[in-house]
C-alpha cells in the first residue's frame, strides 16, 4: 500500500524496496502530476502506486501559487539569470586581477 512507501521531505521522493536490492522510486511531483509507476534503476521491474491525492503532502514548489502568473514570473527569472550571469563573469575578472596581483606580490 502507499503508506509501505518510504518517503524522504528533503529530496521528496519515495522509495521502496525492490526485490533486486535496490529501490523503486518515485518523486512527489510525479504523483502529483498523475504518474503512478515507480521504477527501479537497477532492473527492469516496476510497480504501480495506488494512491489518493488527498494522502500526499503538498509540492514544495513556489511556482504553484498564481496560476494566470506564470509566464510573467518566468519571463523576469530569465532576465534576472542573465544580469546573473553577467555578474559572474564580472566577479571572474576580479578574481583574475586578484591572483594576478596575488602572484606579482610573491
Known amino acids: 500500500g502507499f503508506e509501505d512507501l518510504d518517503y524522504d521531505p528533503v529530496t521528496q521522493i519515495y522509495t ?8 523503486f522510486s518515485i518523486s512527489l511531483e510525479a504523483l502529483w502530476d498523475g504518474e503512478d509507476i515507480a521504477t527501479c534503476p537497477s532492473c527492469t521491474l516496476r510497480i504501480e502506486i495506488i494512491y489518493d491525492e488527498e494522502d500526499l503532502p503538498p509540492l514544495r514548489d513556489d511556482d504553484d501559487e498564481s496560476g494566470g502568473e506564470e509566464e510573467e514570473e518566468e519571463g523576469e527569472k530569465k532576465k534576472q539569470d542573465e544580469k546573473g550571469e553577467e555578474k559572474k563573469e564580472e566577479i571572474d575578472h576580479n578574481i583574475a586581477s586578484v591572483l594576478q596581483k596575488s602572484l606579482t606580490v610573491k
Do not use: Q
Not at 16 to 23: E, H, L, R
Open 16 to 23: 521502496y524496496p525492490c526485490p533486486c536490492g535496490d529501490k
